[in-house]
């Protein structure tokens, strides 16, 4: 279970431009939920996946990982437990290096192992056997830089990089927004078979509904730092883009309400 406890975040505290980020959000993420993340720009969804990841520390409140607290816990000590997956493709993989040395590095973490270790032949030979499942064509390139890859053949290097060690909590920060319709299907599907095979609890955040309606068992909808509507089981199961968009305006409206009492 991944918890979120009554977290604040509020940038530039005490000043004009004062922004509340997060506001009193508590969340609880349980093993296996894949929960899909929407809401406008500036909601606070990229600064939720940052409270979770260690890259923002909040002002209030607690970040628990199957009980343990670990709010105090620096990025690179929770990066054992969480991996991320970003919007720029260029982010998620070491463009200097081979797909074959960025998954021999990606299966380090949190191991005191040298890269020549994490690649002898069977290593290379399992790496290579996952790859071709994707069918990019990136087995046959095992030692081209990863900088030479094209976005979408990034993107899906980064999250079997990102899944290679079975992380608690993967987060996918609009990890398809940068790519083209066909391109972002084509991730959006290898991220769906990842999470599915290593049973993967998984937290995305997205401004495409159709993806929003189609991946994942929860939907949140995010608005000025604060979950307004959480849908899950069989009406996340029904939902339909004029459904969301209906269920939004009700939110909106009560949130019209609370700001006219
Ligand atoms: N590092 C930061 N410094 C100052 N303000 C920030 C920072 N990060 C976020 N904010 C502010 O916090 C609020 C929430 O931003 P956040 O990026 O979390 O929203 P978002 O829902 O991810 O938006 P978008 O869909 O545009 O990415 C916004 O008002 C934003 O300007």
Excluded: C
């Amino acid at each position: 279970m991944i918890e979120l406890r009554e977290i604040r975040v509020v940038f530039y505290a005490g000043t004009p431009d004062e922004r509340v980020a997060l506001d009193d959000l508590s969340l609880q993420l349980p093993e296996g939920d894949f929960t899909v993340v929407v809401g406008t720009n500036g909601a606070g969804k990229s600064t939720l996946l940052n409270v979770l990841a260690g890259v923002v520390r909040p002002q209030v409140g607690r970040v628990v990982i199957d009980g343990v607290d670990v709010s105090a816990w620096p990025v690179h000590q929770r990066a054992g437990l969480i991996s991320r997956v970003f919007q720029d493709p260029m982010l998620g993989t070491a463009p200097g290096l081979t797909i074959e040395e960025n998954l021999a590095l990606a299966s380090m973490r949190g191991h005191r192992r040298g890269l020549r270790m994490a690649l002898n032949r069977e290593r290379r030979e399992r790496f290579r056997g996952l790859l071709a499942t994707f069918g990019l064509g990136l087995e046959s390139r095992m030692g081209a830089s990863a900088g030479l890859l094209s976005g979408g053949q990034r993107q899906v290097l980064a999250l079997v990089m990102a899944t290679l060690t079975r992380p608690r909590v993967l987060l996918l920060d609009e990890h398809t927004a940068a790519l083209d319709p066909r391109t972002a299907q084509l991730v959006m599907d290898a991220t769906r078979r990842l999470v599915a095979e290593h049973q993967l609890t998984a937290l995305m955040i997205t401004h495409n509904m159709s993806h929003a309606i189609e991946f994942g068992n929860r939907l949140l909808m995010m608005e000025a730092g604060k979950v307004k509507l959480d849908i899950g089981g069989e009406e996340k199961k029904r939902l339909t883009i004029p459904g969301i968009v209906r269920r939004f305006g009700e939110a909106n409206d009560e949130i019209l309400l609370q700001a006219t009492a």
